[in-house]
Structures are given as structure tokens and as C-alpha cells.
């Protein structure tokens, strides 16, 4: 079955957990144990309607304040797609979590509460979701039913998003626009009779119809390295294979490849996946290959098509969003994590900070502080083989690694 990966944005109160909620609930996704707390949570707070939100948020300070604070995964299915929501947090203070939990997603839905309309948190989302070049968006006006389902309010706002959408840098975005009211479950899975100005389709209907292209699909093959198969066993003894999952394209049976960074050349012999063999393996496969030659190959390295090579550098320059306490600046040292290459590295400068409400750069800041995005310049022990995000969105990708600590402080996108 198809998996659609989904995340959402909006600010403090715009309902997006409540959302989620009765795609649940509607789709008759919830356990239930869970609807029974759901019932007896409401009731206590002296509620007369289900209390949705609380289908997702997780911790105990997100249900005692109402607020999302970290990235939850939700999982439901349809009987013809299966589906993983990161309800994200919308404040401005949790902006790392909400770049992980987009990270990975093919579609985002942006919530706007129709009392307030295009606010400046909605610049923010939008601008993570171009950053992280996600290609579908929803924009989910909510609570539509607080402001008499009125027609000429979801115009004005779907206008003020179109002149926000102007500012974005990302032409192959499509954004749609659904009026709904996630309380009542207006247009949420089923229509509703209460906006017949309305004809479009429902989140849900939507979520349908969009293809599940995986999110790290690029036009060119990239095989980072997992591990090296070696089983030494009476009918293996002599087997080598090396294990990845295969990022853009596809891989044949034939096909000739590439080595890096060795720039040794080979051609593929077989195609495994457990103990079935395959002629070809398309993006998005975890699969086992081995080659005609016996090659010196590693954890790290990489497989790719002989007339498909990446850049090869040991100089780059990234957006990076920042998620440690301490700022980073220029001369600080930390471990690049590319795929599954890992190479020390240093800032050679800070060069700016990216106002995230498109209002442009600040060329006198040398430091990025938590949650702050900016461009930086990045000096390599040793070379990678990498592609600009926006060509390859896996290849273009890293993590900056605290050595003293092994947390990931920081997120960067290969310009």
C-alpha cells in the first residue's frame, strides 16, 4: 500500500492537533480505549463536543496548556493509502522541530484560523516548507464555522496567501486551498452543506489523489553504503554485497557504476532483496547489490551511474537551521553526517540570518542562535559527493554533529 508522509503547520491555537483528531476520528482510525478517554477528557473539562486535540498531543504539558510542543508521528490508513502526520509544534521557540518533522514529508497542511487570516507565524511555515522545497501544500482555512462559514473571509485570505506565495522562491509548489472547521468536521473527510460556495474536495479527498512520490526522488541515482554483506557461510563463502537504499532513479542488472569517492568502475551483477533477486530496483528500495569486480568498498562510499557523477568537494556552502543552545560561529569544529559519510568539518563563516518572514537577510550577524536559519560556509577534512538540495533533496542534505556531545546541532541544506 502507497504511504503518504504529511506534516503540519500553524500557530499557537489554530487547531491543528484537533485536525489530525478528526481525520481520525472520521476515518474511523482510533482505538476504542482512546475514544473513551477522549469522551471522559472532554467531559471533565466540561466540554459539550470531543475534545479532538487530545487524540495527539502526547505529553502532559501540551494537554495542560494546549499547545503542541514536540513532533508527534500519527499513523492511519484508507483502504487505498496509508498515511504518517507530523503534527508539528507552531511556535517560533520549537522552529527545529517543526524543519524535522517537515524534513521528510511529501505534503504539508498549513492551518489558518479564519478570525485572524494570514498572520506572521503563517510566513514562517510557509518559508520552512519552501526551504525544505515540499512540493504539496494545503492551506487548511480553519474554523470557518466562528466566522458564519462567511465566503468573502476565505477570499480575502486566500488572497493574502497568493501575495505571500509571490515572495517564494520554489516555482514548482502547488498550493490548494480548503475551507474547513476541524471542530465540526466540516470538510475535513466528508463535505459539508454548510458552505455551498464551496465545490472543491475535502482535506481527506485530496490527500487522495496526490501521488506518493518519495520525498528524496531525484532525477539521478544516489547508493549510499550501509553496510558490506559478508556471510562466510558453506553456500556464501565468497559473497559480497553491499547494502542501501537507492535514492532517485532506478538500478538495473548491467548497469555500469561508479565508486566514490575511489572513482573505481564496475558493472552491476545482481539485485537482492532477502533471499529474491531482481533485474531492476527503483527509488525508495533497500536492497542488497553485488558487482562484477571485487572492489574495495565501505560503509560511506557511494554507488552511482558512471555518466551521473555528483560534485566533489571539500568546501560547501549550506543553509543551515540551527537546534543547539550554543551559537554557532565561524572556527567552531563539528562533524558533518552525509548520508551515511561522517567527515569533520569547520565553519569558515557565518555569513548571514534568513528572517523567516521573507523580509530578507542580516549581513551583520556572524552567529547563528537556536532556531535561527542563515547561510554558512563549511570547511571539509575530506571531500563528499553531493548534490545541491534542490536537484537531489537526499544527497543535498546533512546534519552538523556535536563531537563532544554526539547531539545533532544543526541541519543543513547544500546550496
Known amino acids: 500500500m502507497e504511504v503518504l508522509k504529511i506534516a503540519t503547520a500553524g500557530s499557537v491555537d489554530d487547531g491543528k492537533s484537533t485536525l489530525i483528531g478528526r481525520l481520525l476520528y472520521d476515518t474511523k482510525s482510533l482505538t476504542d480505549d482512546k475514544l473513551e478517554a477522549i469522551k471522559k477528557s472532554s467531559e471533565q473539562r466540561g466540554y459539550d463536543y470531543l475534545d479532538f486535540s487530545l487524540a495527539t498531543d502526547g505529553l502532559v504539558a501540551e494537554r495542560e496548556q494546549g499547545i503542541t510542543i514536540d513532533v508527534a508521528h500519527i499513523y492511519f490508513s484508507t483502504p487505498t493509502k496509508s498515511y504518517i502526520i507530523a503534527d508539528t509544534p507552531g511556535h517560533v521557540e520549537y522552529t527545529r522541530n517543526?524543519?524535522?518533522?517537515?524534513?521528510?514529508?511529501?505534503?504539508?497542511?498549513?492551518?489558518?484560523?479564519?478570525?485572524?487570516?494570514?498572520?506572521?507565524?503563517?510566513?514562517?511555515?510557509?518559508?520552512?516548507?519552501?526551504?525544505?522545497?515540499?512540493?504539496?501544500?494545503?492551506?487548511?482555512?480553519?474554523k470557518m464555522d466562528l466566522v458564519d462559514y462567511d465566503e468573502t473571509i476565505f477570499e480575502d485570505i486566500k488572497r493574502d496567501f497568493e501575495a505571500l506565495n509571490q515572495k517564494s522562491t520554489y516555482?514548482?509548489?502547488?498550493?490548494?486551498?480548503?475551507?474547513?472547521?476541524?471542530?465540526?468536521?466540516?470538510?475535513?473527510?466528508?463535505?459539508t452543506e454548510t458552505m455551498p460556495w464551496y465545490n472543491g474536495d475535502t482535506i481527506l479527498e485530496h490527500l487522495e489523489k496526490l501521488e506518493t512520490t518519495d520525498v528524496f526522488d531525484g532525477e539521478q541515482v544516489r547508493f549510499p553504503i550501509q553496510t558490506v554483506i559478508r556471510p562466510k557461510t558453506t553456500d556464501f563463502h565468497d559473497f559480497r554485497g553491499y547494502a542501501g537504499k537507492i535514492y532517485g532513479g532506478s538500478l538495473k542488472v548491467g548497469d555500469t557504476v561508479t565508486v566514490l569517492p575511489s572513482l573505481t568502475q564496475s558493472r552491476i551483477k545482481e539485485i537482492y532483496f532477502f533471499d529474491q533477486t531482481y533485474k531492476e530496483a527503483i527509488a525508495g528500495s533497500s536492497v542488497n547489490i553485488t558487482l562484477e569486480d571485487d572492489i574495495n568498498i565501505t560503509r560511506g562510499d557511494m554507488l552511482v551511474k558512471t555518466n551521473e557523477l555528483p560534485k566533489v568537494e571539500k568546501h560547501i556552502r549550506a543553509t543551515v537551521c540551527w537546534m543547539d543552545g550554543k551559537q554557532l560561529a565561524s572556527g567552531a569544529k563539528y562533524i558533518i553526517q552525509h548520508n551515511t559519510n561522517k567527515v569533520l568539518s569547520k565553519i569558515d563563516a557565518v555569513h548571514n540570518v534568513i528572517a523567516t518572514d521573507y523580509s530578507g537577510v542580516d549581513i551583520t550577524k556572524n552567529?547563528?542562535?537556536?532556531?535561527?536559519?542563515?547561510?554558512?560556509?563549511?570547511?571539509?577534512?575530506?571531500?563528499?559527493?553531493?548534490?545541491?538540495?534542490?536537484?537531489?533533496?537526499?544527497?543535498?542534505?546533512?546534519?552538523?554533529?556535536?563531537?563532544?556531545?554526539?547531539?545533532?546541532?544543526?541541519?543543513?541544506?547544500?546550496?
Open 98 to 142: 517543526m524543519v524535522t518533522g517537515a524534513s521528510t514529508s511529501q505534503v504539508a497542511i498549513i492551518l489558518i484560523d479564519a478570525r485572524r487570516g494570514v498572520i506572521e507565524q503563517t510566513y514562517r511555515h510557509f518559508f520552512i516548507n519552501n526551504l525544505l522545497r515540499v512540493k504539496n501544500v494545503i492551506v487548511a482555512v480553519n
Open 367 to 415: 552567529q547563528l542562535a537556536l532556531n535561527e536559519i542563515g547561510e554558512v560556509s563549511i570547511r571539509l577534512s575530506k571531500p563528499i559527493y553531493y548534490d545541491a538540495y534542490k536537484n537531489h533533496k537526499s544527497n543535498g542534505a546533512f546534519i552538523l554533529i556535536d563531537a563532544h556531545t554526539n547531539a545533532t546541532a544543526g541541519v543543513g541544506f547544500i546550496n
Open 171 to 191: 516555482a514548482e509548489q502547488q498550493l490548494s486551498y480548503i475551507p474547513v472547521s476541524a471542530l465540526k468536521g466540516d470538510n475535513v473527510v466528508s463535505k
